[in-house]
């Protein structure tokens, strides 16, 4: 299971990179091509695959007590 540490893309449009810090942050780039959502919480992107790059980053959690809730 892998918790998310960084939620951010960059924009092949703006070139603006834009991060979601905590849950309901919803940050677009500022030619409104592509958004981000969700913080540490989940990923939500908007806009077209094509128009972003993913620059996530996450920590890898390899306790099988822990119990993730969607």
């Known amino acids: 299971m892998n918790k998310i540490t ?3 893309i960059r924009c092949k449009k703006c ?6 810090k905590s ?5 677009s780039c500022k030619c409104g091509s ?6 540490h919480n ?3 992107r908007v806009g ?3 128009d972003w790059e993913d620059l ?8 099988e007590n822990t119990i993730w809730m969607k």
């Open 6 to 8: 960084v939620n951010k």
């Open 15 to 20: 070139g603006d990179i834009i991060e979601s």
């Open 23 to 27: 849950i309901h942050d919803f940050r």
């Open 34 to 39: 592509v958004a981000v959502d969700g913080g």
């Open 42 to 44: 989940y990923l939500r």
């Open 48 to 50: 077209n695959l094509e």
């Open 56 to 63: 996530s980053e996450y920590e890898v959690i390899e306790d």
